[in-house]
């Protein structure tokens, strides 16, 4: 990455060095203690969560907020093993090299289905599969999830399959290469209007914020890196099976955070999941007029019902 890290109050930067790969975090709150965890989806990074994680960094005091850009997303640079099982263990050592002993892990998007895959697999549920928690190190508390899906979407699907099927890859960036450097502008500008689409009517966010999410995409290595993270996600369709036939067994707390109008992840794959989760709490918490980046729509939102869920004595502190 080439362009300066904008600075954010309150939230502070670290680049870490996990396995030979440059991870960056965003950090806020405290330095040590209980510690909440936020993973993005695609084709985002932890600058989703800069808003959310400043109100919650008030709500949450004595708590330590972690936000890594996942391999090859933000300014983390990509690994050659990405899928939802290998991220899990990444998450893992990520944590167990910050020092941390108990955690609550949050996830939108991609990142959901990483939390939701790694909570499955750290319970024990999956005969035969030795997650290293089992180990020691970092121990999930809770698990909360935003517009996220681990069921096989038709729709969803068909729209990625140019990402997975390699033939149809190549020729879409060979279409997104077109032009070479001189283009890169035009590009990044292509991933802002297509990223305003799935904003409220209404939400804001300034040129300097969206150059921030665009940068990766002037270049066809961010897209290439899109299209690889897809199919890794694709070729462990078999873990992800698995990890969903047991969701009975999860019994982690979990709540359920969503959009009113995601487009992608609806309603109703929501109340599916809060149906099939063991530990899934008795409602599901929706966010009126969102749409599926909720964290820009409505931040305030997301920290009240994050903090009530993590701390419910935050309620209390609301109200007062």
């Known amino acids: 990455m080439t362009n300066r890290q904008p600075s954010i109050p309150g939230i502070r930067t670290m680049t870490l060095n996990i396995g030979g790969e440059a991870v960056f975090l965003r950090l806020a709150g405290a330095t040590t203690g209980p510690t909440l965890v936020l993973l993005h989806g695609l084709p985002t990074s932890s600058w989703l969560w800069r808003n959310v994680m400043a109100q919650l960094a008030d709500r949450l005091s004595g708590w330590q907020l972690i936000a890594p850009d996942l391999p090859g ?16 263990r990444w998450l893992h050592a990520l944590l ?11 996830g939108h998007d991609l990142g959901g289905l990483i939390a939701l895959t790694d909570a499955v697999a750290r ?20 698990l909360v ?9 038709p729709m969803l699907v068909a729209g990625l399959l ?28 292509g991933y802002v209007v297509a990223m305003r689409q799935l904003l409220a009517p ?43 036939h047991q969701l009975p067994c999860l019994t982690t707390p ?5 959009a009113e109008h995601d487009p992608f992840f609806p309603l109703a794959t929501a109340l599916r999941l809060q ?10 918490q929706v966010i009126a007029g969102a749409g599926h980046f909720p964290q820009e729509d409505n931040p305030t939102a997301v920290a009240r019902l994050i903090a009530a869920f993590v701390e419910p004595q935050s309620r209390v502190k609301e109200a007062g």
């Open 96 to 106: 167990d090299q910050l020092g941390v002993r108990d955690f609550i892990l949050v």
């Open 162 to 189: 140019p990402a997975i099927i390699p033939p149809f890859a190549e020729l879409s960036l060979r279409w997104h290469g077109r032009g070479g450097t001189s283009r890169a502008n035009d590009r990044r500008r």
């Open 145 to 153: 999830l935003l517009d996220t899906t681990i069921y096989p979407a």
């Open 202 to 244: 209404g939400t804001t966010i300034s040129d300097a914020e969206w150059a921030e999410y665009a940068e990766p995409y002037g270049t066809v290595a961010g897209w290439q890196q899109t299209y690889r993270s897809i199919r890794a996600l694709s070729r462990q369709a078999p873990f992800v099976l698995r990890c969903l």
């Open 123 to 142: 319970s024990g549920c999956l005969n035969g599969y030795r997650h290293p928690a089992h180990q020691g190190g970092p121990q999930l508390r809770k």
């Open 275 to 284: 149906r099939a989760i063991g530990g899934a709490t008795s409602t599901m």
């Open 73 to 88: 997303y933000g300014r983390s640079t990509p690994r050659r093993k990405a899928g939802p099982q290998q991220l899990g």
């Open 254 to 258: 979990t709540a359920l955070i969503w």
